[in-house]
């Protein structure tokens, strides 16, 4: 409560204590607006304030730093696992796209391959589409951000997508 410009401070009115504006900081606002990124917590004391990152997949004083690795390469360089492995990855680092799931993996050759799942990956059984051009599959990638799909797909040296068409009694292009 403010009167006169004075400020009262402690939650019994009867047993307050006033101070003139000159003794309080200013830095009650320390969290307007939210200093934390990437929906941190801001915390405040009376002079100072931190960043809850818990759950937001970064860290660092503001949360600004991301837990995740930016890449498959970076991921297995960091790992004990040889074989394939589900990883985080944030393509873009502290930026505004946000980490996704990927399966990293050594090929055979020794090449870093990262496989973007997507919810089309078994077998899906299509029936009632008799004219030619009449079933259309739309893919959703693990990631809902183009953006983030075009960082992997620019740093990579080779990007490929498989298909895998089974059918019976069905035609898989107009003119073969």
Known sequence: MVKSGLCQTGSNPGKSTW????????GLVK???????????????????TCNCENTGYEG?????????????????YSNNDGREIAMIDPDGSGPLQP??????????????????????????????DAP???VRKITYATKELLALEEIIDRA?????????KCRNAKFLKNP
């Open 19 to 26: 101070l003139a504006y000159s003794q309080i900081s200013l």
């Open 31 to 49: 969290c307007t607006p939210n200093p934390c990124e990437h929906g941190g917590v801001c915390q405040q004391s009376w002079s100072t304030f």
């Open 61 to 77: 004083e503001l949360c600004h730093t991301s837990s995740a690795h930016i890449s498959c390469e970076m991921h297995k360089y």
């Open 100 to 129: 996704f799931q990927v399966l990293c993996e050594w090929g055979s050759d020794g090449e870093i391959i990262t496989y973007i799942e997507h919810d089309s990956m078994g077998e899906i059984l299509v029936n009632g589409f």
């Open 133 to 135: 051009g009449s079933y």
């Open 157 to 165: 040296r080779m990007c490929r997508q498989n298909v895998k068409y």
